[in-house]
């Protein structure tokens, strides 16, 4: 996640569950814990027993709100205004931990001359292109230095890495040393990041958050009170967060707003600390470090692109930094290339760079799905996700789907994405009919967990693995073989290929034992492909520090490294909690090199003594690193250690700078690069909202992509303009307990469907008054999208909230429904728009504006007419704004 | 024998001591309400463990229940009240708003009338304390069904597809072909047979359901509420803790946060037949069971 | 001997010989509650696994009898977990057996209005045919601007979140050999 990546150096949570119960104070915020994770709630509730204080700020009181000491509700949206007047709070009242602050961040660090904040430009940062849509960052560099790396060099046409390979560590900002030449050790430099952080937060005041947020300003310090009470030497604070801050078209920024309260309280890399991202799914955190994902490789490594990198030297310069971990680029990509394509990778032919595919600026899901409406995608695999019900925008991706000449679809049920052809609600409405589909549709059943071996990466980074249990039953397979005899048989077709576009697949190391009547691999050979080997002597290595860059090692992943150690799965590991620490080292293991809590160097004051007894955790006894987890540090590194002027790699980490993956070693209140939205964060109203801004002129995100012209993602007016009165509500969408995201995995299961047996939607008894909706019976939710249907759950957990001196209802809608299964309903996704966060091309689907009325939907065609004549009816008022021009003209072109 | 005097010591449930060495102790369930999260995980490893079938789907609209009650084939019930009070007295009185859930099961009283009334001999008093229906004894009479003082003991309908709607496929979940029995929590007899506890306990991710002895519960249980009380937790109190209520004390009992009738369940719950008169009510039992027994055996042969 | 077993049996023997003369607990204990044992016991071999819904991670112990589970709870073992589980997690085995499981390969043709059966491997070779005749027919060596691209964009890959690390690394191995750059997943963030 580049929002935690850019500020610490990796974009994996910095704790781990069980550490919860060492805090002081939790903040959940942008999830619902007890709800989607109720598991690893019992920590929070451990933590609750030993009399922490468990603050849930949230746009509605859930079964989390309930158990926490405090709940604050707010406006869905609005966090970055919540989590930058903490900041302001802290700031303006000289409660940061300044000793925390001066030595491992990067307040002390001068900002170049022309850099010029939101302050200063009304909402943009210096560097905006409004043609490009997009900003130069170089202006927002460290004084004294060029920008370099991942951060490309546009004179000569390279683009700016971003999203989650920049995001794993900014690759070291160009920085040619660890220290950044220009700092004020006092911070009182007008341009050092310290004051720059303090003027851009100056009008965060507890007014203004009430105001924004929609709380009073009493809830809103009295949570910054409980932070302060309960942060510096003798305390620390966790928070926990989920998708209910990622997914938003400022996502990425809302994530960096909560690392910069946690670095100013001085909370991270320390016990009971730390930002605790919740993941969703088993392996979310793992898809990412081997990544399904179009812009990188395993281990965060870029992946080429069509306009910046032509040969391989100027690949590796530009990604490989000069300082910290990332100094170690080119042993890590050499080995993957290994890993891939074994003897046919040579120095010699630059491991064969110039055969590697090449992505553009946006090859993402939701890039695929345009391209797929306009009929340019021919082929689709969909493995374990269900975007008929899931992605934004449900009605796009079902008529997509409809485009395509073939879709394979592998699962465990026939899910939505699978029956689009015959059952989807556009057959019921008529724009598509079965005869008329040209797709071709292999729907392949999919084996369970139980039924294959295998690692999950869970949300701790902890790589669990998983034994099998029975056979897979009939035709039902593991991805594990499907892929590779996929991959078996187009290597066995293409052998005597010549041409020159099948050479990888030639080159591709292909060869996994198999085991039983239907060949399925083993699971435990590609683990140990991850982890890495000496390939003269196929020793395995213990960890990526013996990766080397001239091709004598191989590996699938760097930062997995180790994961199969002296030819064991340390993953199986499984020594009961009982028999070790808290910590429990010894089950499973975690990446990197099996630390369970990260950059726990900063647990110790810059000499290396706990900052207090109670909190004491990584610390130098006098020859080395010790503690109660794997030092998150050189072993034997000094804490006085200096660098030398012409040291490299990690050499040129100072012995006080716990942030060992930042080429500075320190963790970043200020991003100088890596972000395409800007260095710090700013509240910017959602895409789709009923308020301006109340801090500038610059409404939404200016750097959002959007799709606007495309026809197929139609928007609501926005924040007053003609036409928004009838989409005047804010809502919200969620999981429940008792469903799993688009339901594949729970509809399934009738013990499961019987807990929530229906769609229905949560609004507050002032609303259902207004809107004449009566509790038990139906309402009609839309957008410029959709609309749905769903049963009305009228509650006071649903609070009518006051912004900007009007008053605002927020609807809360479940997302788990669909057409098909043990229980049916409409999706809520089909109501959401899909303007996207520019970092990570993520949905913003947490806020966004609509309309209510009671009863059901129209059925069939009636019900795209109800909605485009809404729609028509908004947006011709809209036309006639003069003030959404304006708005326009400052805005992307569609991307 | 005392009971054959109508004299039960305080707290003994009824029939346990008859098992001399072969006696456990008495083991129950303690529900601390103030740390469910409402998370039913106990309402499904019920299910999964006694392969339960489905309970019908309906949305009831009552906050996120849509279980209802206990029934023959809801096993643990998750009770969910929405309040606008707050959880502490001591509460700034800002969010003045909670959402109490509780997870409810069959109490395994001292004194269950359910098992006085029993004539077959089907519902039976376990060596660990524990009240059981004998599936392979129960013939579906329904006298116990009025007898429980809480409304846990309900029959089982005869499957038919009209359950299932139009998913023909769900049939097989419906594993017991012949029904019309009556069925209802064993607090997992089985696995209490094989060493491990009852699987709602173990599932549930908060420990809200603790398992064990009922006198470490009972322990437990009043320093728990020491500490709601000292720390003003709204509402606070025991319910079915004391040997002394109507019905002896049960094997399952809670902390609440509020009274009993805010979760729907009798806030002084009596044993049914104790007009009867203890000593009247365990003879007629007796009498019972002999005649049933004796024709249903002389029936098998 | 069989006519003692069974008057042995007679709850009313019991009655008299244990002592619960009211019949209210051992006298009446049945067959099946004396030979009563939790399944668990009578399993194959149990396995320790995984849950598969969220990022939690919880421990889950598998029991397998004559090769179909029969019990999943939670392992006590796992430090993060302790043996617990959430509605979700504790239904793993109905997921697993789900009454609405696909066992079979279906099949629709281009315009078709229902499904077919297909043999397993059939239906690979087929999907293999279709991926290479894809790439070469759209197949980008050259952006428009002359810089490599070794690509093709008609081919996507989409899921990830709920597979294996193991699976998830072949994906992307193969996607990248095939020149599939469009590769995704729920972990977009």
Known sequence: MPGLGTSFGRGGATTFQQDLQNSDCIVIMGSNMAENHPVGFQWVMEARERGAEVIHVDPRFTRTSAMATKWVGIRAGSDIAFLGGIANYLLQNDLYFEEYVKHYTNAPVIIREEFTDTEELDGLFSGWDPEQGTYDVRQWMYEGMEVHGSGGDPEAGFKATKGEQSGHGGHGGGLRYGEPPSEDPDLKHPRCVFQIL?????????????????????????????????????????????????????????IRACTIVQQLLGNIGRPGGGILALRGHASIQGSTDIPTLYNILPGYLSMPHTEAYGDFETFMKANRSPTGWWGHYDAYWVSLMKAYFGEHATDENDWLFKKLPRIDDDNSMYWTLEQMLAGNVKGYLIAGENPAVGNANGKANRLALAKLDWLVVRDLVEIESASFWYDSPEIESGELKTDQIGTEVFFMPASAHTEKDGSFTNTQRLLQWHWQATEPPQDCRSDLWFYFHLGRRIKQKLADSKDDRDDLITALRWEYPTHTQIREPSAEAVLAEISGWEVESGRFLPAYKELKPDGSTACGCWIYCGVY???????????????????????????????????????????????????????????????????????????GYVPPDDAEAEAAIAGDHPFIMQADGRSWLYVPQGLEDGPLPTHYEPHESPFDNPLYGQRANPARQQHKNAGWDPYNPVDGEPGSELYPHVFTTYRLTEHHTAGGMTRSVPYLAELQPAMFCEVSPELAEEAGLEHGGWATIYTARSAIEARVLVTERMKPLVVQGRKTHQIGLPYHWGTRLLTQGDSANDLVHAALDPNVHIMETKAATCGIRPGRRPRGAALTEFVAELRDQAHSRREMSPRAESEESRKTAPS | MSTLLGQEPTGVPDGHEAYGDEQQPRVGFFTDTSVCIGCKACEVACKEWNLIPQDGQAWTGHSYDNTGELSANTWRHVAFIEQEKPLRTNDDGTTALRWLMESDVCKHCTHAACLDVCPTGALFRTEFGTVVVQEDICNGCGYCVPACPFGVLDKRDIPSTANVGHQPDLLPIFGKKEDGRVWKCTLCYDRLKGGHEPACAQACPTKSIQFGPLDELHARADERLAKLEAEGWNGAQ??????????????????????????GLPPDPVVTTKHLGSMWRNMARAAAVLTVAIVGACARD | MKLRRLIASWPVV?????????????????????????????????????????AVGCGQLVYVRDGEVTHIEGDPASPISRGRLCPKGQASKSYVQSPLREYKVKYRRPYGTRWEELDLETAMDMIADRVIETRAATWQAETEGGNPANRTLAIGNLGGATLDNEENYLIKKLMTALGVVQVENQARI
């Open chain 1, 198 to 254: 303090k003027r851009h937060f100056q009008r965060y005041t507890p007014e203004l958050v009430a105001e924004t947020c929609g709380c009073s300003a009493d809830d809103f310090v009295a949570v910054c009170e409980a932070l302060v009470r309960n942060s510096g030497r003798e305390r620390t604070s966790a928070f926990c967060y989920a998708v209910g801050w990622t997914q938003h078209t400022v996502g990425v920024q809302l």
């Open chain 1, 565 to 639: 150690a002296d030819g064991v799965n340390q993953a199986a590991r499984k020594k009961p909690h009982w028999e070790q620490d808290y910590v429990a080292a010894e089950w499973a293991w975690a990446w990197p090199a099996n630390r369970r809590l990260i950059y726990n160097r900063a647990s110790a004051d810059p000499d290396g003594k706990p900052w207090s007894e109670r909190k004491q955790y990584v610390w130098w006894n006098g020859e080395k690193w010790t503690g109660l987890d794997v030092p998150d540090f050189e072993e034997t590194k000094e804490p």
């Open chain 2, 238 to 263: 025991l319910y079915l803790r004391d040997p002394e209520d109507g019905i002896g004390g049960a094997g399952a009992f809670f902390l609440l946060l509020d009274e009993p009738e805010v979760y």
């Open chain 3, 14 to 54: 019991h009655q008299l010989k244990n002592g619960d003369r009211l019949a209210l607990g051992p006298a009446v204990k049945s067959q099946r509650s004396h030979t009563l044992k939790p399944r668990i016991h009578d399993a194959d071999h149990v396995v320790q696994s995984i849950c598969p819904y969220c």
